[in-house]
Structures are given as C-alpha cells and as structure tokens.
C-alpha cells in the first residue's frame, strides 16, 4: 500500500522569490513527522500545498498514492498557526459545522465532540462561546476541530505554542494517541523538545530548502558528541589539562565540559574518580536544538 | 450542494439567533407600528372632546355676509367645524368664550369698500390657522364671496358649480402595440403602484445596505480569525461564498416578511381603515407584473451586489479596514437608488431608459420603468438578460478574488498584486 502523504520535489514561487524548493518527504501511517525551520523557511507554504490551499509549481503531492482530489477534504484535519474559531459562536455549534462540512453527520459530529471534551476533561464547554474561554482552552477547542471528523492526515502548525506546561503534556498525550491509532500527522513547530519527544522522522527547511533530512536517530548520530556533563562532590582540578578538551564550565552542581575527541571522555571519568566522588557522568549527544542552530546558523549570513 | 445547504444553515441560524438581529428586527417594528400609527394618534389627540373646533361668529358690522356664511354653512354636508353664533355686535363676548375656552376661535369681517369682499380674520390662540379649519372656513367662505359679489343675480347652483373646484381625471392611454392592458392605466392603480415601486426601490437599497455589509464583514472576519483557512480546506470557495450569499439572502427575506407581517397587521386595525381610503390607495389594483418583476429583479440585484461585497470582504484583512474599501460598491448602490427615486416622476427619461441596460442601476431602474412608465416587453427581457450576463460575469470574477483573497494577509492588495498572487495560487 502506497504512503499516506508523499511529497516529491515540491516547488513553489511568488514571483520572483521561491517560498519552496523541492522538498521531498514522506509520512507513514501512524507516524508524526516533523517540520523544522526557522520563521520564513517555507513551513506554512509547505503545509498549504499540502491542504491543497495552494497549488505547487513544480513536483507533485500524492496522498494514498493518488493526487489531490475534493475527497481529501473529508481525510484531513488542519489545526492553523492562529486558531481558526468564529469568536461569537457556541463552541458546540460551530465545531458540528466545521465536522459536518468534512463529511460527518450532525449526531456523528455531536457525539465525537463530546467525546473530545471529555478527554480534555472540559465538558461544560459544550455550550460556551469562544470568545469566553482563555487562550489555552481556545487552542484545544481548535485542537478537537481539527480531528473531530477522525482525519486521516492531520497538518498541524504551531500545535503546542502559548500552552501551560500542563496542557502541552495533555495535548501530547493525545497526539501520540492519534499516531497509534493509524493517523499521520505532519507537524511544524520550533520547539524542539517536542519534535525529539514525538517524531520520527524530519526535515529542517531554511530558507526554503531541505538542509537536513531523515530519521532523528541517524541525524543525532551524523553528529560528533562534545559534551561531557559531570557532577561530583567536591572539586575537580586539572580538567583542562587532559587531551582532546577544548573548554570547561563551571555549573551549579559540576563542569560542562567541550570535548574535541569522544576518547577524551575516559580520561576525564578517571580524573574525577580519581580526585572525588562522581554522582552523575554523561557524554551528552546532540540536542536537536544544538544541531539546529548549527545547520541554520552556518548558512546564515 | 449539500455543504452548501450545511453553509446556508450555518450563516442563517447563527445570524438568526444573534442578539443584535432579534433588537434590531424588534426595533424597526416597532418603528414600524408606531409610524403607522401615528396619524390616528395625532387625529385623536388634537380632535378635542367633540373632534370639530368651534367657531364663533359675531353679527358685527356685516350682518349680511354673516347671514349668508350662516346659510352656506348649514348647506355643508361635513362642516369640519361648530358655529357658534352670538348676538352682540361687539367682541367682548367673544373675547371672553376665546378666554375661557369655550370656542376655539372666531371670525371676524373688515369693512367693505365698493363691492369688493372685505377682509376675514381669524382670531384664536394661535398665529396659524389650523389647515383642517382653514380648508373647511375657506369652502364656506368661497360661496358666501360669490354670492356677495354677484349680489344675487346667480341662484344656488350657479353658485355651488362656480366655487366647485375642477377635477382633473388622470387617464393614461394604452401604448398602441400593448395588447392585453387594453385600458390605460388607471389613476387609482397608477397610485398604489408608485407606491408599491417607492417601497420595492427603498427595499432593494435597504437590503443591498445591510445584508452586503454584513456579508463583507463576516467574510473579513472569518479571514481575521484564521477560520477561512479552515473552511477553504473543506468547502470549495465557491459552495462557501454562494452558501453565505444565499443564507444572508435568507435572512433578507425573513426580516422583509417581518415587516410586512407587521405592516399588513397595522393596516387591518381598524382605526387604520378611514386612513387607508383617504389616501386613496385600492389595494386590489396591485400589478401583478410589477410585483413579479420586482421580485425577480430584487434577487438578481441582489446576487449581483452581494457576489462584490463577498469579493471586496475577503481581499480585506481587517474589519476596521472594510468601511473604506466597500465605498466603491456602496456609491455604486447609492447612484442606482437617486436614479430610481429621481425618476419616479419621470418614468420614460433618456437617463433611465439608458440606465436600465447598466446592470449595477437596472434592478432599480428597470422596475421603475415597469411600474410607472410604459416598457415593452422587450426592453424587460434585454435588460434581464444583462442582469444575468453581469451575474455570471461577476459571480465568477468574485469568486475568483474570493479565493485568492482569503489567503492573502497584510495591506489591501492592490489589482496587480492580486493578478500575480491569483497567477501564483494557480486560480
């Protein structure tokens, strides 16, 4: 069976300035796919195409191995970057429209939505305006009006920002329910946390081309790890000293120490065993967050 | 289809169900019912106790008009006022009856010179003389002055056919190739259908006012909060825009079936009904053609209308910004409605013949032409036809802009940079 969502060599321009520059990936069944990139790397152009807001110019877009047709309006569900909810209506009324005009049936609709709302432990919302509810609660309410019609194919833009720690734990908790339950999600965020927390796979954009791509595993490992965090119970001198470190910071409870050569990580174990008590050693891979600002930051100028 | 209907349903309930419909539908019936209303009230509170004012009349220097007033007035099948007379030559009397308010006011007769009538006054509490008393005194006062100056020589009839005023009695003729009016038009019919095309014209400007205004504006606001990009992603701008048009449509109609509900109401009080016939208004002689084409015309004009407004809502961001941006089509309303209104009295001008195949004046136009003037068949078809031509034209173009529109944030785009972001949208 052919993939839910395949992009390939997807080109898009305004004008004279190209917004997408043949991006090529791939989502899975059940799988969260995540778009990294700076603000104005092409992510929304991207996700636009995708929704067949907007047409691309070159390459082609294939869902379930065929392209756009009016049926995939019934397949997907598309929470915006701005929530997209009429302020003044009944959050009940208003989330059954936007379901029925995706194909559901208004009794389908209805119990759907209850269901959400009891998920996000919050029915008596039922019959409250948007307009009423705080910023957070509004963001799950176009959250539960993305996928109430169940979506094959979910985009979200932006799905965790302006939430409570609290409620990013919720709303991921149930993203990660969709995913097992078979939906692909392709997802846009730059809060890396959550992409290494959630994704598989991804692609960074930049300036609206790929310059990183593939499974997070592999990205990490392409990487050289520099980092040793050490925590001991008394000082540590001579650090510096050892081959193959390049820097040593002094943190709250221990060094951050920059290494130059995995090798030099023996060393600096034995030196510390050997001077105090070590309470917590680590040879610190990548973050995601690292090898961003490495990839974007290098073209950068 | 059946998103649309999803659509209609939406936009007619939501607005339906709004607060700030049910006050103003509330509102203007009650403006409504107290417009209508207000003849009767002012006749019943200005009437007095027996409704007719009373007048007194002195004999004072000119006994013999006063006896002839007397006589004539007594004659009158509806006076419009009392005679109260008194002996006394002197005002005293008078003055002291005005005074306590026993009458209203009395009349008073200068001195002749050389057969000529002499000078009337009216003394009362006022510097006016109430129109009602001044048309009743001037009936009476008309016979009394003939016969003054004939001094006898002519008899009642004679005099009764001489300040008779002289009826003129409209008649228009039927245009020489119309069969089947057969008859002109005639005066009664001509009226209520002047009526009948002033209110059709006021309706039509109304509507085109308020429910365009209302769609640009939730057009613009479903693009502000972001939820247009939700809908395009599962409608087709097309079943969206025609769904809203048709729901704001809707409630065009309901809010007009209100009105009327409310007006038909009024008019069968029946302290309305001496009203009714006084103005000479017959409802049976309604025209049917009038009545048809008006209404085909009003949905046509509004289509055409309201195709724009949706067109000019989504190319605005925000909702401050709207006002300005919709003043093109709202001039555009405007002109179309002063030709109509203009041309009431001049159903057959060159201005509005020609106005009649521009598709923004001709729903107006066009049934003041049919209503008041003498159109041919033709000409309504030709004129209909346009209509269409420019429905089409402009349905398409607006749903055009519709959706590039509604993703394109920022300032207002201006034509150019909408034709290359329609190029580049691919639409």
């Known amino acids: 069976m052919s993939k839910p969502l395949v992009l390939e060599k997807v080109v898009k321009q305004f004008g004279d300035k190209t917004a997408v520059n043949e991006i090529s990936l791939q989502v899975e069944e059940g799988e969260i796919y995540g778009l990294l990139g700076a603000n104005g790397a092409g992510k929304t152009t991207t996700m636009r195409m995708v929704l067949g807001l907007i047409y691309p110019d070159g390459g082609r877009i294939l869902y379930n191995g065929k392209p756009y047709g009016s049926e995939l309006q019934h397949l997907m569900g598309y929470l915006p970057e701005e929530r997209g909810l009429y302020p003044k209506v009944k959050v009940s009324d208003q989330i059954i429209y936007l379901a029925r005009l995706r194909g559901m049936s208004a009794s389908e609709a209805d119990k759907s939505l209850k269901y959400w709302l009891e998920r996000f432990e919050v029915p008596e919302y039922y019959d409250k305006k948007i307009e009423e509810l705080s910023k957070g609660n509004q963001q799950k309410m176009g959250f539960i009006a993305a996928v109430v019609h169940k979506p094959k194919i979910v985009i979200m833009d932006e799905a965790f920002s302006g939430l409570d720690p609290v409620n990013v734990e919720l709303l991921k908790a149930t993203v990660k329910e969709l995913r097992d339950s078979g939906t692909s999600i392709l997802f846009s965020t730059h809060r890396m946390e959550h992409v290494e927390e959630l994704c598989r796979n991804i692609t960074i954009l930049h300036r609206s081309r790929t310059v990183l791509q593939g499974s997070l595993r592999e990205i990490k490992k392409q990487y050289p790890r520099e980092e040793v965090l050490l925590h001991t119970a008394s000082e540590v001198s001579g650090l510096e000293g050892i081959a193959g470190v390049t820097g040593v910071e002094r943190k709250e409870r221990g060094y951050l120490i920059r290494i130059s050569d995995v090798g030099a990580a023996k060393a600096i174990l034995r030196t510390a065993m050997d001077q105090s008590e070590v309470e917590h050693f680590e040879i610190k891979e990548p973050t995601l967050n690292q090898i961003f600002i490495k990839e974007v930051g290098e073209s950068h100028e | 289809m059946n998103k649309m209907t999803t659509v209609i349903g939406f936009t007619f309930l939501n607005k339906v169900k709004a607060k700030s419909f049910l006050i103003t539908t509330l509102v203007l019936a009650l403006l409504v019912t107290i417009g209508m209303n207000v003849p009767y009230f002012i006749a019943k509170f200005t009437g007095g106790d027996d409704g007719l004012a009373s007048i007194g009349l002195a004999r004072g220097t000119q006994p013999e008009i006063v006896q002839s007033f007397k ?103 039927a ?125 046509l004009g509004y289509f055409l209308y309201a195709t724009l407004f949706a067109a000019i809502g989504s190319l605005v961001s925000r909702t401050e910004e709207l006002g300005q941006a919709i003043m093109p089509i709202t001039m555009l309303s405007l002109a179309a409605f002063y030709i109509g209104i203009f041309s009431l009295s001049a159903p057959d001008s060159t201005l509005l013949k020609v106005s009649t195949y521009i598709p923004f004046f001709s729903p107006v136009s066009m049934i003041v032409r049919i209503g008041l003037g003498d159109t041919p068949m033709w000409e309504i078809l030709a004129s209909l036809a346009v209509l269409l031509a420019a429905i089409f034209l402009f349905g398409w173009l607006s749903a055009k802009i519709y959706r590039t529109g509604v993703l394109l944030y920022g300032k207002r785009p201006t034509l150019k940079e909408l034709q290359k972001a329609m190029r580049a949208y691919k639409i």
């Open chain 2, 175 to 299: 245009a020489a190739g119309e069969a089947g009016t057969g008859e002109g038009k005639t005066e009664k019919a001509a009226l209520i259908n002047y009526v009948i095309v002033y209110v059709l014209v006021i309706l039509f400007f109304m509507t085109i006012m308020m429910t365009g205004n209302m769609i640009a504006a939730e057009v613009t606001a479903e693009k502000s909060s972001r939820i247009m990009e939700i809908l395009i992603t599962s409608v087709s701008p097309l079943a969206q825009m025609f769904g809203k048009i048709i729901g704001m449509f809707l409630i065009g109609l309901f809010q007009i079936f209100i009105f009327a509900a409310v007006i038909a109401i009024n008019v069968a009080l029946p302290h309305n009904q001496p009203i009714l016939s006084e103005l000479n208004l017959d409802l049976s002689q309604i025209s049917v053609e009038v009545l048809v084409f008006g209404f085909i015309l009003y949905i």
């Open chain 2, 71 to 173: 006589a004539y007035y007594e004659k009158q099948e509806t006076p419009g006022f009392t005679l109260a007379e008194y002996e006394q030559t002197d005002e005293a009397a008078l003055k002291k009856d005005l005074e306590a308010g026993k009458i209203d006011g009395y009349l008073q007769f200068g001195a002749s010179t050389a057969g000529e009538f002499p000078g009337v006054t009216y003394v009362s509490k006022k510097d006016s003389v109430p129109q009602d008393i001044q048309a009743s005194l001037q009936a009476v006062l008309q016979s009394v002055k003939a016969e003054y100056i004939t001094k006898g020589t002519l008899n009642e009839e004679q005099i009764a056919a001489l300040t008779a005023p002289v009826q003129i009695e409209a008649q228009k003729q």
